[in-house]
Each structure stands twice: as C-alpha cells, then as structure tokens.
C-alpha cells in the first residue's frame, strides 16, 4: 500500500512543481536509496529486470531510487531529467498475472531510464505493458500480486496512468492530485488502450462508452475496501487542498507524516484496522503494510530538489537533501530482511521500533529537535541550488550525517524513558516477531 501526491505550479507558493510519496511494504523489507550513473549500452543488449530479461536501450538516464533490496525495480525515483515517478498495487476484477512479467516497479526504474518528461513517460510504460505485460509476486515474504498505477512529474507536467493487465487509461493532471490503491480515473481521461471499453463490455461491467467508468468497472470492491485507500486519498486531497494556492515542499512533507485526525495522543497500536498515510504495520492481516521511504521532490526547472528519508516511517525519521548531478552520499551496502548496523535502513529501525514501544511519550521526547533539524536542511537545500554540485553534495553528506547522528541520539534518550502506556499486546507481539525474524539486537 502506498500514496502519492502531486501539486502543479498554479497552485504553489513559488510556481514549482511537487511530489511526494510514501512507499508501504512489509516491516523487514528494507528499502535502499540508491544512484545509478548515466550509461551507454550496446542497443538491443539482455537487461535482467527482477523476473524477466528484455533488450537495453541505447542510453540510460542517470536515475535516483529508491527500491526494496531484493527488486531490480523502485517503488519511487527521479531522473536526471527532473522526471520523478511513484507507483501504487491496484486491486481489479481481473485477476493479477502470477507468471513472471515486469513488476509495475520494474516499469516505474523503465521509465525513468528511458523517458525524459512525464508524457514520455505514459509511452513507455504503456508500451512494455503491451510487449511484455506486468506480473509476478510483489513481495518478498509471501504470495501477493496486484496491478500498478503510476503518477509522473515532470518540472512542467504531471500524468495520471492506471492499469489493469495490459488494459490501461492516463490522463493528464492539474492543481493538487493523489493516488493510492485505487482507480481514481472514471470516464474523463486523456489516453487509453485500444480495447479498454470494450473488454469492460464483454464482461457485462457497462454497455459502451456512454456508460464506461474505469474505476466502478475495474475495481475489486474487498481489497480497495480493507486497504483503506479512498481515506488516504481523500486526507491527502484535503490536507494539500487546505493550503492550495500556497503550498511548499513543507505542507508535501507534512501530508506524508499524516496520522489523519490525530490528537496529540495518536497511537500506531490504536486497533488492528484501518490505515494512515503515515502507514504502521500492525497485528494480522489487514494492518500489514508499513511505510518504509519516503520521497519528496521541489521540481524548480533550474534544478530539481529531492528530499528523502532512506528509512521507514516518516514520522520518525529525517527528510534529507539529494541532488541527480551531486549524486548520494556514501549511505553503506545495500540492506537486506536481516538487521545491519552498517545500513542507514537497519540503524534507523532501532529508534523506530523503540518508539514503538510507548509512540506518544516517546516521539514527544524527539519531535521539535527533529522538525527543527529537518527545517534547518530544507532551507540550506532550497537557498543553495545556485551552488556548484560539489558544494551541493557536501551539503547532501553534512545532512545524512547529522541525521544519522540525532537519531542515535535519540535512540538513547528513548530507551531510558520509563515507558508511561505500553503498546498493546497485539500490536507488540506483532513487532516484536518482526524485530525476532529481521535478528535486531535485544530481541
């Protein structure tokens, strides 16, 4: 489960394009930031995907990622180009492919090497999805299949694509739009397959155009229910719509962070249904996604800005400044399901599942210094795009660097809290299974 936002320059504060998104995946499946250079390749030569091998194309963007370890595909990224693309499951009357195919992850990476805008972006996915369809299990630790949505951005433009199989419509945006695990398109879209409507015919979903709605056609009623995916998406709607006409990264920031109508007393172990924007994985099966990255984008077209946590939970973690021609700083080797020390993911789930353990006393105990910080590498990011990238990336180190070193901090001022309500049994017993199963220290 994930959500993803956009909001367009007429109804920004500066005139830039933003994005972000939360990328929501089981617990231990820890995610990896990561930069691939620009790259030349023999046309036509084997690109393994995750399942499947297709013909490499000539160049390939620089791209930022950022992908579940065992996935050659990203939940999110950008590209040199200043294209940034997120992905959402989206659940249909016609079932999944399980055979392999390219994973919608593997589309998302696709597309950001190959296209430079986001209606480029449209062509190419739509394009791999006709040769080549999309399918194969989605997640690392049991049997889950699902179709993909797409939201591109691009410094001037921002497209909606959803598709189900190789059926697929897209539709280009404005103002402030949000995907999460459902089709939002019905009737009114710019782009569409050749036999969208008329497959939807034949299976006695509607009569014909006239009454063609992609979204009540398409959709599978039990799995968009219990993923609680209309909620998010209208509380991202109406968070970024009450400051529509001034919106800044920060508001984008903050939507990611939501809990929905919380109070200050908000707790993750609060039952064991329903789902945030700010997802956290709990007890059972309905409650089994947790938000592990976060991305956002300042899309200014003299040079794009991106913010990203490189952890899970945005609640708990630090947005930090990365540029495409300053590439990342050194953040370890590429985590895997087990905890690593030397990981920026694994060391990050220490504070966090400490957190976990009492969320209001102890995220009280963090929360101004965090907000403060990340206020403080926001403005450095925003006022230095003038810089040489060499400066850029010095501040990109300086950043990742601090964080990593409040929230070590943090981790120590937490842990010796007396906790005030422990998290209730379900929930604790759900994590501490997940912390026993990825071999985190203590458990």
């Known amino acids: 489960m994930c959500d993803t936002v956009v909001a367009t320059p007429e109804v920004t504060a500066d005139g830039v394009m933003l994005f972000g998104k939360n990328s929501d995946r089981d617990a231990n499946e820890a995610q990896y930031l990561e930069y691939v250079p620009a790259q030349t390749h023999a046309a036509g030569s084997p690109l393994k995907?995750?399942?499947?091998?297709?013909?490499?194309?000539?160049?390939?963007?620089?791209?930022?990622?950022?992908r579940p370890f065992w996935i050659w595909g990203a939940?999110?990224?950008?590209n040199e180009r200043g294209l940034v693309i997120g992905?959402?499951?989206?659940?249909?009357?016609?079932?999944?492919?399980?055979?392999?195919?390219?994973?919608?992850?593997?589309?998302?990476?696709?597309?950001?090497?190959?296209?430079?805008?986001?209606?480029?972006?449209?062509?190419?996915?739509?394009?791999?999805?006709?040769?080549?369809?999309?399918?194969?299990?989605?997640?690392?630790?049991?049997?889950?299949?699902?179709?993909?949505?797409?939201?591109?951005?691009?410094?001037?433009?921002?497209?909606?694509?959803?598709?189900?199989?190789?059926?697929?419509?897209?539709?280009?945006?404005?103002?402030?739009?949000?995907?999460s695990n459902v089709l939002t398109l019905g009737n009114d879209f710019d782009l569409a397959s050749p036999n969208l409507v008329s497959f939807a015919v034949q299976k006695g979903w509607c009569k014909g155009r006239e009454d063609f709605d992609f979204s009540r056609c398409y959709s599978d009623l039990l799995y968009t229910q219990f993923s609680d995916s209309r909620s998010r998406r209208s509380c991202s709607l109406k968070n970024l719509n009450a400051s529509k006409g001034v919106l800044t990264i920060q508001h984008v920031l903050a939507n990611l962070r939501d809990h929905g109508e919380a109070r200050g007393d908000w707790r993750p172990d609060n039952g064991i249904m329903g789902a945030n924007v700010c997802m956290h994985e709990g007890w059972g099966p309905i409650r089994s996604s947790q938000s592990t990255a976060s991305l956002a984008a300042h899309?200014?077209?003299?040079?794009?800005?991106?913010?990203?946590?490189?952890?899970?939970?945005?609640?708990?973690?630090?947005?930090?400044?990365?540029?495409?021609?300053?590439?990342?700083?050194?953040?370890?080797?590429?985590?895997?399901?087990?905890?690593?020390?030397?990981?920026?993911?694994?060391?990050?789930?220490?504070?966090?599942?400490?957190?976990?353990?009492?969320?209001?006393?102890?995220?009280?105990?963090?929360r101004r210094e965090r907000d403060a910080l990340e206020a403080e590498f926001l403005r450095q990011a925003l006022s230095g795009t003038q810089d040489d990238p060499s400066k850029r990336r010095q501040l990109s180190v300086q950043c990742f660097e601090r964080a990593d070193q409040a929230e070590a901090d943090w981790l120590k001022q937490v842990q010796v809290l007396p906790i005030q309500k422990s998290a209730q049994f379900l929930h604790r017993g759900a994590w501490e299974k997940f912390s026993r199963e990825a071999k985190m220290p203590g458990v």
């Open 299 to 366: 899309l200014d077209p003299r040079l794009p800005t991106f913010f990203a946590t490189g952890t899970s939970a945005p609640c708990t973690g630090i947005f930090k400044p990365v540029w495409l021609d300053a590439g990342l700083p050194d953040l370890g080797p590429e985590p895997t399901q087990h905890y690593d020390a030397n990981t920026l993911f694994w060391r990050h789930e220490e504070l966090h599942r400490a957190t976990l353990k009492d969320y209001p006393t102890r995220m009280a105990a963090y």
């Open 49 to 66: 995907c995750t399942y499947i091998e297709i013909p490499q194309v000539e160049r390939t963007n620089a791209v930022l990622l950022s």
């Open 87 to 179: 992905n959402e499951a989206i659940f249909s009357k016609v079932p999944a492919q399980k055979e392999p195919a390219l994973l919608g992850m593997d589309l998302l990476r696709l597309a950001l090497e190959r296209a430079s805008t986001a209606r480029q972006a449209v062509d190419v996915i739509t394009n791999l999805l006709d040769k080549y369809g999309q399918g194969g299990g989605c997640s690392f630790f049991h049997p889950f299949y699902y179709h993909n949505s797409f939201l591109m951005v691009d410094p001037r433009e921002a497209w909606v694509l959803e598709s189900v199989d190789r059926h697929w419509a897209a539709k280009q945006v404005r103002g402030v739009y949000a995907i």
């Open 75 to 78: 939940e999110m990224g950008a």
